[in-house]
């Protein structure tokens, strides 16, 4: 949650501020959803933490997290809307909104399986994976950027 912090202030500050605002409008939305391909990769690492005993299995695409799907569902958005042009900015934002519950839901269901006191889920095997480098960049970074490029999607769509 520590590494999460600073990346959360900065989206806040960026979203409260003038200058991040011109900044956010400025992002192209192209990028921001083809970003979300990263996903893919994420997926798989966690599947392997899995297999590792690093992770247990409701974090991965076998267990609860459906959050594999926005990454392999991005190229298709991508091309359906920017490409082929037969999906709208409102089926942008709808896919938008569900990738983001879907990434809501995986975070939790981490923080909630992490050996801390809040502790509430994945007893027999903690999501310990989060605790060691490079895996601690999961939250800190990439959680952070997915959630990012959601939110000024979304706004950017909503305008």
């Avoid at 298709?76 to 709208?88: E, P």
Wanted: aromatic content about 12%; charged content about 10%.
């Amino acid at each position: 949650m520590l590494t999460m912090a600073p990346m959360l202030l900065f989206i806040i500050g960026m979203f409260l501020s003038k200058r991040g605002r011109t900044f956010i409008d400025s992002l192209d939305l192209r990028t921001l959803t083809l970003l979300h391909t990263v996903r893919i990769a994420v997926e798989l690492i966690l599947f392997w933490l899995f297999l590792s005993k690093a992770i247990p299995l409701i974090m991965t695409f076998e267990g609860r997290n459906i959050d594999i799907l926005a990454g392999i569902t991005a190229p298709i958005m991508y091309y359906l809307v920017f490409i082929r042009k037969s999906v709208g900015r409102v089926g942008l934002l709808v896919w938008n909104i569900f990738a983001l519950a879907s990434l809501i839901n995986i975070v939790t269901i981490a923080v909630l399986s992490a050996p801390f006191p809040i502790q509430k889920l994945a007893f027999e095997q903690p999501n310990i994976a989060v605790l060691h480098f490079p895996f601690n960049w999961l939250p800190a970074c990439i959680v952070a950027i997915v959630l990012f490029s959601h939110l000024v999607a979304i706004r950017q769509l909503l305008r």
